[in-house]
C-alpha cells in the first residue's frame, strides 16, 4: 500500500485492514499534554508488562500540537489518541470531522491541580489570584483605573507586604493547554477579584475578556516550554523564580520544592479533589475509534487506562500525583470508554 496516496479515511482503514498485520502499526502511538505524559507513560508501562502487547509510545508535544496531530485525518501514520489538559473544543472537534476523524472516544481520567510553585529555598509566599494577575498581565489598570502596560517589576510594587524581589515566573507556552488552564483559572479569575476590571466586564467583555487573555512578554513571564521539568530544574538553580505546572510535578520534586497557597488555599490532593483549590482542572485522553481493530490493543488500553487499578482513588496513578474522579463519575466513565462511546460533539464548547 502506498502510504502517501491521499485517500478517504474509510478507504485507508480498509487498505490497512486487507494488506494485514505487516503493514499495520504494531504499537500504539499517543500525543498531547506534558500535564497528562506522565499519567499516560505509566499506563503504557504497565499495559505494555501485563497485556502481551508492546508498550504504546507516548509523545509530549502539548495539548493543543496534539490535538492537530490527532485530527491530521485516519490511518497507520496519524496518531491513535490524545492527551489534553483540557476539554476538547467543539471547533477542534469538527476539525477532525474535515479530515475523517469522526468517531473520537473521550477519558476523563482525574484530575489536576495548576499550580504556583517556588523552591522551599526561596521566600515563602501566599497571593491572591489578583495579585498573581498582576503579576503576569500584559496590561493592567493603572491610577484612573484606564489600562495601561505592566509597570510591575517586583513582587512589592504589587503589594508591600510582598517580597522586593523581581517577578520572575516560567510557565507554558500558548502550544499548551497548561497556558489555557493558566488564563481560564488563574488570570480569568483574578480579572474578576479586581474592581477596575469587574467595571470593564460591565462596559465592555470583549476587551475584559482581551485583558485576562494577554501575558505580559517584557521578560517578567518566561515560556519554558513543553517540558515542565525543565522548569522544575530553574526553581531549583534559582530560589527566587516561581512555575507553573501540574500538581502531579510538584508531588514528584516535593523535595525541593512547594506550592504558593492561592486565595488562602494550598494546592493539596485534599484540597484539588474536594474542588477548594482555585487551579483544579480535568484531565482528558482522546481514542480514535477507527483505529480500533487496525491497531493492535487500542481497545485493551483503553479499558487499562479507566479501570480502578489505574485510575481508582487507590490506584497506581495515584501515587504519580493524579486526583481520582468521584466514584459516580468514575463508573459513568468506565463505561462510556469501555464500550468505545464517542463523544456527542455538541456537548462540546469553544
Keep these: 500500500m502506498n502510504r502517501s496516496i491521499l485517500m478517504s479515511a474509510g478507504l485507508v482503514l480498509g487498505c490497512v485492514v486487507a494488506a494485514g498485520s505487516a503493514s499495520a502499526r ?75 476523524v469522526t468517531d473520537i472516544v473521550e477519558m476523563k481520567v482525574g484530575f489536576d491541580g495548576l499550580t504556583l510553585t517556588q523552591s522551599k529555598a526561596g521566600p515563602g509566599m501566599k497571593l491572591t489570584l489578583a495579585q498573581l494577575f498582576l503579576a503576569l498581565a500584559k496590561e493592567v489598570p493603572g491610577p484612573d483605573g484606564k489600562m495601561i502596560p505592566n509597570p510591575y517589576k517586583a513582587w512589592s510594587d504589587i503589594d508591600k507586604s510582598l517580597p522586593s524581589i523581581k517577578i520572575e515566573v516560567l510557565g507554558p507556552p500558548p502550544t499548551s493547554g497548561t497556558r489555557d488552564s493558566l488564563h481560564e483559572l488563574f488570570m480569568e479569575g483574578g480579572a474578576n477579584q479586581i474592581p477596575a476590571l469587574q467595571a470593564l466586564k460591565k462596559a465592555d467583555a470583549k476587551a475584559f475578556e482581551k485583558a485576562w487573555k494577554s501575558i505580559r512578554e517584557d521578560g517578567f513571564y518566561v515560556e519554558a516550554g513543553e517540558n515542565d521539568n525543565v522548569i522544575v530544574q530553574k526553581l531549583d538553580a534559582n530560589k527566587n523564580a516561581f512555575g507553573i505546572f501540574g500538581f502531579s510535578f510538584l508531588e514528584e520534586n516535593a523535595a525541593k520544592l512547594r506550592g504558593v497557597a492561592l486565595d488562602g488555599v494550598e494546592p493539596t490532593f485534599e484540597n484539588i479533589a474536594e474542588g477548594k483549590y482555585k487551579g483544579s482542572r480535568p484531565l482528558f485522553v482522546y481514542v480514535k475509534k477507527q483505529h480500533v481493530g487496525v491497531i493492535p490493543g487500542l481497545d485493551k488500553f483503553v479499558a487499562e487506562f479507566v479501570s480502578a487499578r489505574a485510575t481508582g482513588e487507590d490506584g497506581y496513578l495515584s501515587k504519580k500525583g493524579l486526583v481520582a474522579l468521584p466514584k459516580a463519575e468514575a463508573d459513568k466513565v468506565r463505561a462510556a470508554a469501555t464500550q468505545l462511546m464517542p463523544v456527542a460533539v455538541d456537548q462540546l464548547t469553544n
Design 26 to 100: 504494531d504499537q500504539i502511538r499517543i500525543v498531547g499534554s506534558s500535564t497528562v505524559y506522565p499519567f499516560t507513560t505509566a499506563v503504557a508501562e504497565q499495559f505494555g508488562k501485563t497485556s502481551g502487547f508492546k508498550t504504546p509510545v507516548v509523545e509530549s508535544t502539548g495539548t493543543g500540537g496534539g490535538i492537530k496531530l490527532f485530527c491530521d485525518g485516519v490511518g497507520v501514520d496519524k496518531p491513535d489518541a490524545v492527551n489534553a489538559s483540557r476539554r476538547l473544543k467543539k471547533n477542534e472537534a469538527e476539525a477532525c470531522a474535515k479530515n475523517g
